[in-house]
C-alpha cells in the first residue's frame, strides 16, 4: 500500500523560505516519479517541482524556477521543496504525488500521477 505523507507547511511573510517534506513509502517499482503540486482556492492542481527517484532530473514549473529546489534524501524516501524568496502568490496547498515513470513536461501534469498525500498548507503574506 503506496503511503504518502507530506509536512512542513506553514505561514510565512513574504520573501522568507519554508521546507516541505513528502516520505513516501510502499511502491513496488523503483522506476517511479516524484512530484509537488499546488492548488490555488477555485483552482486546478499545477505543477510545482518533480524529480527522479533516486534525486535526478529535476523540472520545475516557470514560476518557481530559481526560487524553488526538489531534492532527495534517498536513504529514508522522503523528497524536499525548499521554497525561497516565497511571494503571496505562492499561496496554495501543496501536495506531493508519486507517479509511474514520465517524461519532460508530463512530471509536472497531475492526472499522471497515481498517489496523493493529504496536502499541506502554505501561506505567505505580504
Known amino acids: 500500500q503506496v503511503q504518502v505523507v507530506e509536512s512542513g507547511g506553514g505561514s510565512v511573510q513574504a520573501g522568507g523560505s519554508l521546507r516541505l517534506s513528502c516520505a513516501n513509502s510502499?511502491?513496488?517499482?523503483?522506476?517511479?516519479?516524484i512530484g509537488w503540486f499546488r492548488q490555488h482556492p477555485g483552482k486546478g492542481r499545477e505543477g510545482v517541482a518533480a524529480?527522479?527517484?533516486?534525486?535526478?532530473?529535476?523540472v520545475y514549473a516557470d514560476s518557481v524556477k530559481g526560487r524553488f529546489t526538489i531534492s532527495q534524501d534517498n536513504a529514508n524516501n522522503t523528497v524536499y521543496l525548499q521554497m525561497n524568496s516565497l511571494k503571496p502568490e505562492d499561496t496554495a496547498m501543496y501536495y506531493c504525488?508519486?507517479?509511474?515513470?514520465?517524461?519532460?513536461?508530463?512530471?509536472?501534469?497531475?492526472?499522471?500521477?497515481?498517489?496523493w498525500g493529504q496536502g499541506t498548507q502554505v501561506t505567505v503574506s505580504s
Open positions: 510502499g511502491y513496488t517499482s523503483i522506476w517511479k516519479v
Open positions: 524529480i527522479y527517484n533516486g534525486g535526478s532530473g529535476p
Open positions: 504525488a508519486v507517479g509511474p515513470w514520465l517524461y519532460g513536461s508530463e512530471r509536472l501534469s497531475p492526472e499522471k500521477y497515481n498517489d
